[in-house]
């Protein structure tokens, strides 16, 4: 039997060898982009000429290992889905009380898509190599006075024209209540969006063009909380028969999320049919609210998925796009 020193030193030369094989792995360790783990994201190929063009809404998560995982739900022209239910009546809120419709999809996460990859963060640009061969890369900047990332589109090899986004360290489950989304300034949460339309001439028939605007308010300012106390409603170009109503809501029942949906319609297209909520090709926006490191709430990151349902026109009456409402 060895002396109980010799077994001391046995021991502690393992131990200084588990110590040194474990360091570099340590050492290896990915600093989150600018230090944020949850970003969300909305990212499209909009192509003016095109009629499939496409737009996907994500919930990128990082790791400290250099690994992240993509939550993803997409719509595309390709694939005409309907206007679907979140489940949620908004009454007493938008001079018309109407449950709330969102892009089909949008309202369960069993409908979402997932991929995962590596990343790097270099000078300022995170770079995302994903499993399925495709890679993306995106320009970062601090906001919120550090407590909140930006994200721009820079480069991907997937024939994404516009994307942005924002990140921090809320969890996906850190939902903001309505009340407090009513109780923002308004005046300062900017619209920025790139939205595919067209525009019909008797002679040329439809022309698509992408609409883009940044840095005006966004159109509802004024929004009244619903009985249920989820959702939100709105109203512009206001009179007693005639105007646009709006809703934001959770795109399900369930709780703590942060997916919303927001939509809108002229009454007078729901009057035309004989309806009180409009069952045509309303507006379907869905949206991730964008939370800082603090639990503040600054607006969200989405995409419209209008797709043609009630016309003839096809692809050419659909409405598809990104933006983000942030403030």
């Not at 040194?20 to 783990?37: D, N």
């Not at 109407?98 to 990859?117: F, K, N, P």
């Not at 994404?160 to 903001?176: D, E, K, M, P, V």
Request: glycine share 8%; hydrophobic share 35%.
């Amino acid at each position: 039997m060895r002396p109980f020193s010799a077994r001391t030193t046995a021991i502690s030369a393992m131990t200084l060898l588990v110590v040194s094989v474990a360091a570099p792995a340590h050492a290896r360790a990915t600093p989150l982009p600018l230090g944020k783990a949850n970003y969300a994201m909305a990212i499209g190929s909009l192509d003016a000429d095109s009629t499939e063009n496409w737009v996907r809404l994500a919930q990128y998560t990082f790791a400290g290992d250099g690994k992240v995982v993509q939550q993803y739900w997409q719509w595309s022209q390709r694939v005409h889905v309907p206007r679907t239910s979140t489940g949620i009546t908004a009454q007493d809120c938008a001079g018309r009380d109407c449950t709330v419709l969102t892009a089909a999809g949008w309202e369960t996460a069993d409908a979402s898509q997932t991929l995962r990859g590596t990343y790097t963060t270099k000078n300022g640009t995170l770079t995302i190599n994903w499993s399925n061969d495709h890679d993306e890369s995106w320009k970062l900047s601090t906001a919120s006075a550090g407590k909140l990332a930006a994200a721009e589109l820079a480069g991907n090899d997937f024939d994404a024209t516009h994307g942005f986004g924002n990140g921090s360290n809320a969890r996906w489950t850190q939902r903001i209540p309505a009340s407090v989304v009513k109780a923002a300034d308004w005046t300062k949460m900017k619209h920025r969006y790139a939205l595919w339309k067209t525009a019909y001439d008797p002679d040329l028939g439809y022309e698509g063009y992408v609409d883009q605007g940044d840095g005006e308010p966004f159109w509802a300012r004024e929004w009244h909380i619903c009985t249920d106390k989820r959702c939100l409603g709105a109203k512009t170009n206001a009179s007693a028969t005639i105007h646009t109503a709006y809703y934001i809501a959770p795109a399900n029942a369930a709780p703590a999320h942060r997916r919303d949906t927001l939509w809108h319609w002229h009454t007078e297209l729901a009057d035309a049919r004989g309806e009180i909520c409009y069952t045509g090709n309303s507006h379907v926006k869905p949206m991730i609210q964008v939370v800082d490191d603090d639990g503040r709430f600054h607006g969200w990151v989405g995409v419209e998925a209008s797709l043609n349902q009630t016309t003839q026109a096809g692809p050419n009456d659909d409405d598809i796009g990104v933006f983000h409402i942030i403030g």
